[in-house]
């Protein structure tokens, strides 16, 4: 994404951090929704795809 943001000369390191601050929220995703009262089954198939982008975003701040 940053990548292409420079690539398209868009501000990189503002799209980076909006980015990372989301990577918290991702990771405590299945939390949340546990705590909202979302079933197990649904929390375990939507956030398999939250942990991936989580892991992702966590590689923007290297």
Request: hydrophobic share 50%; proline share 3%; net charge negative.
């Amino acid at each position: 994404v940053c990548e292409a943001a420079a690539f398209d000369a868009l501000p990189v390191e503002a799209i980076k951090a909006a980015l990372l601050s989301q990577v918290d929220f991702l990771r405590d995703l299945p939390r949340h929704a546990a705590e909202a009262g979302v079933q197990q089954e649904v929390i375990d198939r939507a956030c398999d795809g939250c942990a991936i982008l989580a892991e992702v975003g966590g590689t923007l701040g290297n």
